[in-house]
Structures are given as C-alpha cells and as structure tokens.
C-alpha cells in the first residue's frame, strides 16, 4: 500500500527566508501526481503545487518550488521569501494514476516569525 | 477554481443527538469524500460517496455512525449520530474531478461534542 511521510511535524521560518519541507512516499507505480496543499487556521484546504511523476522537470508556482527526486521517492516543497501568510500546515498528498484516492502525510505546521 | 460551499462552519452538539453536514460543489463531480481531520493532524478518509449509490467506507467507519447522502451530483451530506465527546473534530469534504486533478475542499465542519 502507498504511504505518504512527513518526518518534520514542525518547522520554523524566519520572515523572507527560504525553508524546505520534506516529504516521501511509498510506491511500487510509476504513473502517479504529488501535490502540496496548504491548510491555514481557516481550516481550508488549498492548493500549493501540482507535480505529474512522468515530467522530470520541477513544478513552480512563484515562490513555491518543488525537489522532485523519483528515485529516491522524495517530493520536498520550497518556501521562498517566506511571509506571514505561509504560516499553516501543509500536507504532501499522492495519488495513484487511475485511481479516486489521495493519500495524505501527516503534516507539518510551518510557523514563520517576524 | 472550483468552490465547494461546506455548512455548518461550526457547531456545539449534545452527546446522543445527530448533526448533518452538507456540502454543495458549484460544478457536478463524479466522487465525494468525507475526511475526519483530528487537531493537528492529518485527514483520515470516512467514506467515497457516489451518486445513485450507497457509499463506500473506510475500515472503521460504519453507515449507521455516519449515513451518508448523495441526491445528485453537485450536493453530498454526511450525518454523525448518536454523537460522543470521541466525535470532537473536524469534518471536511473534498471532491474527485479526474485522474491526476486537484481535490477541492470545503471549510470544513469543526465539531465540539459535550
């Protein structure tokens, strides 16, 4: 069975600094998507970033990267120039080609200070 | 972006009594989910809820805990019954779109049980 890790249950960011959070997963598939949602104390859930595991190059949405490592089974979200905003949980997500479900890490807050 | 509108925002309940979630997706979608997302952590999957069928339920989850609705393909709810303290949490629906497509979220449903 697929299995999504987050091993840093919390992080910390100075303001306007950079910070990676990592996340891995578990997979026997080739043909799958990653993403990183964003949950702010609002409690909705929101889209950061979009990875297909076919395309070799990184997703980017302005100052959210990804490190997309196949092999090695690691998806780890970038956070540059960090702002007061960004301070939420966020969730690694997989989900399998074909399939209805999405699979969730555990989480990491992200708390970032002024 | 999709919009999923989730309702009660919030509710206080009394142990034994019900309360019913509703969740209303502006655009019609194959697949709904139920999450249960104590605090702090991540989202554990209820059930899938079909259109014109009855749900499927994750292990541990049972109808008659947790009946769930699906009149049409735009609206799902999901009723807790005959609630305990245990019950305390956080209720969210998501929608299915598609292989490889973000999951929408609605607000989600903090629960407080006394």
């Known amino acids: 069975a697929q299995t999504v890790t987050q091993s840093q249950p919390e992080m910390s960011v100075q303001e306007a600094e950079t910070v990676t959070l990592s996340c891995t997963y578990d997979t026997s598939e080739s043909d799958y998507y990653l993403f990183w949602y964003k949950q702010p104390p609002s409690r909705q859930m929101i889209l950061v970033i979009r990875q297909e595991a076919y395309k070799q190059q990184n997703a980017t949405e302005n100052r959210f990267s990804v490190n997309f490592q196949k092999a090695a089974k690691s998806f780890s979200l970038k956070i540059s120039d960090s702002q007061l905003g960004d301070a939420a949980m966020y969730f690694c997500a997989y989900h399998l080609s074909g399939t209805y479900k999405y699979i969730f890490g555990t989480g990491t807050r992200l708390k970032v200070l002024a | 972006s999709a919009v999923i509108s989730q309702k009660p925002s919030r509710d206080i309940c009394q142990r034994g009594t019900s309360l019913t979630i509703q969740c209303q997706v502006d655009?019609?979608?194959?697949?709904m989910f139920w999450y249960r997302q104590q605090p702090g952590q991540s989202l554990t999957l209820i059930a899938t809820a079909n259109q014109g069928s009855e749900a499927t339920y994750e292990s541990g989850f049972v109808i008659d805990k947790f009946p769930i609705s699906r009149p049409n393909l735009t609206f799902s709810t999901l009723t807790v019954s005959n609630m305990s303290p245990e019950d305390s949490s956080i209720y969210l629906c998501?929608?299915?779109?598609?292989?490889?497509?973000?999951?929408?979220f609605g607000q989600g449903t903090r629960l407080t049980v006394v």
């Open positions: 655009s019609q979608v194959t697949m």
């Open positions: 998501s929608d299915y779109r598609g292989t490889g497509t973000e999951a929408f």
